[in-house]
């Protein structure tokens, strides 16, 4: 008898299974951006080849959610961009066809960026930047529980992690190294709140520009 419940979880499975490979066939040699923060050891069994620690499934469908909810937050900036009352031919959108012109500001999403000077590549949520002064702005989306909101914006017990900030800074380091922009202006992580839907953004502060290029600039002397 056919268990719908079973043939999502496998499906689940092949989706991240796929994602994997993709990644690495796209992100060969390089490290990932979302890893921002883990131990350089562990980015260093990574780049040599190492059998990763199998992700249990719960973890897998939460990630999964995560991807759809990122997915739905690209259409809606497709379908505000493509609107009747703001689309604007763009000449160069060919050569990067996850750009869009709108206005003086160019706009980036689910882009792909890689760099050989830091040696390290990920998908950026979203990029835009005003293309008269070259400053740009960056944001990642993120899921939360509430309790993971409340320790977000309320304040959290201890040290909480910081890897979050250092990936979406690590993203704009790409986009300048890439030559999308000359300089950031704003780092934002967008926590969508899976309990009660609220969306809230949590700005992060541009000296973690710094810290992450000091901690790729790190990474790549691990040895």
């Not at 040699?29 to 992700?55: N, Q, V």
């Not at 890689?114 to 590549?121: A, I, L, N, P, T």
């Not at 509430?146 to 914006?153: A, E, G, I, L, Q």
């Not at 969508?192 to 973690?208: A, F, G, Q, T, W």
Request: proline share 2%.
């Amino acid at each position: 008898m056919l268990n719908p419940i079973e043939v999502y979880n496998d499906y689940v499975k092949k989706q991240a299974e796929d994602n994997k490979l993709a990644r690495k066939l796209k992100n060969e040699g390089y490290l990932e951006a979302s890893s921002a923060g883990m131990c350089h050891k562990k980015h260093y069994y990574r780049r040599t080849g190492a059998t990763p620690k199998e992700i249990q499934l719960s973890s897998l469908k939460i990630m999964r959610l995560g991807t759809i909810m990122g997915q739905d937050f690209e259409e809606s900036m497709h379908d505000y961009i493509l609107s009747e009352a703001n689309i604007c031919k763009d000449e160069d959108s060919y050569k990067r066809p996850n750009s869009k012109q709108l206005g003086k500001y160019k706009v980036y999403m689910e882009d792909f960026l890689q760099s050989d000077k830091y040696m390290v590549g990920g998908h950026m949520d979203l990029l835009i930047v005003d293309t008269d002064t070259g400053k740009a702005r960056v944001w990642d989306w993120k899921t939360a529980n509430s309790f993971k909101y409340k320790m977000v914006f309320n304040g959290g017990f201890g040290n909480p992690s910081t890897n979050y900030e250092l990936q979406v800074a690590t993203y704009g380091l790409l986009a300048i190294d890439s030559g999308l922009c000359t300089e950031i202006e704003h780092l934002g992580l967008l926590y969508y709140n899976k309990d009660n839907s609220i969306i809230k953004e949590k700005v992060v502060p541009l000296e973690y520009m710094d810290k992450c290029e000091k901690y790729w600039t790190e990474g790549k002397t691990i040895q």
